[in-house]
């Protein structure tokens, strides 16, 4: 079975700080998305990307795929209260099937 | 406006009580999936459908069925539900099954088994 590690858990930091949290893989992935997630909510896509080394940026996210397309990174600049909320990470596979495997999550708190 | 729509939101049944979770979406899309979020192991697939009448196992089928009769619905169903099934389940659908493509979630179903 495919895992994706995410790190670390839980992160609570104050408001102007910078943050990454990370998404580790033993297995190749063909494409890693990052969603976010507020409570009583489904998930929110808030970035997809596909090829080994590709950096993406949204404001002031910034979206990193790894060389070998294993593992991922979400760094956020200047973190806000409205960051807060369960940051996913997830990965489809390449065998051939249209399986998802999502990390565990990170759930962050920006405190004012 | 475009959206996955789930019913119920919340669920307290017994054990042994056949359930149906519905799900629909209006945005035309090929490929829906069914999760299942519990605290500490994140979102698990545990079925999904590329289409109409082709579904497949994800990591964590067992104890549920699911299908696909037309595109917008696709429904989950506990035959005999278990206290383990207690979850906060999700549907989601995205235009297809290839990489790449943003999945769009439901809101979510609360199901508690006693």
């Known amino acids: 079975t495919q895992l994706l590690e995410q790190s670390p858990q839980f992160l609570s930091i104050q408001e102007g700080e910078n943050l990454t949290v990370y998404c580790n893989s033993s297995s190749v992935f063909s494409s890693l998305q990052w969603y976010r997630q507020e409570p009583g909510e489904g998930p929110v896509l808030l970035v997809t990307?596909?090829?080994?080394?590709e950096v993406k940026k949204l404001k002031r996210l910034t979206f990193q795929f790894g060389d070998a397309r294993k593992d991922s990174s979400l760094h956020i600049t200047a973190a806000q209260p409205g960051d807060t909320g369960l940051y996913l990470c997830?990965?489809?596979?390449?065998?051939?099937?249209?399986?998802?495997?999502f990390g565990t999550g990170t759930r962050l708190k920006v405190l004012a | 406006e475009a959206q996955v729509t789930q019913n119920p939101r919340y669920l307290i049944t017994v054990t042994g009580k056949k359930l149906t979770v519905t799900c629909s979406q209006n945005?035309?899309?090929?490929?829906m999936s069914w999760y299942r979020q519990d605290p500490g192991l994140g979102l698990r697939q545990i079925y999904y459908s590329m289409n109409v009448e082709v579904t497949d196992k994800g990591d964590v089928p067992e104890g549920y069925k699911v299908s696909r009769k037309e595109k917008r619905n696709f429904p989950l169903i506990l035959e005999s539900p278990s206290p383990n099934q207690t979850s906060l389940y999700f549907c989601a659908s995205s235009f297809s099954g290839t990489r790449g493509q943003p999945q769009h979630f439901g809101d979510g179903t609360r199901l508690s088994i006693l």
């Open positions: 997830a990965g489809t596979t390449t065998s051939g099937t249209y399986k998802y495997i």
């Open positions: 945005m035309n899309h090929e490929y």
């Open positions: 990307v596909v090829t080994g080394g």
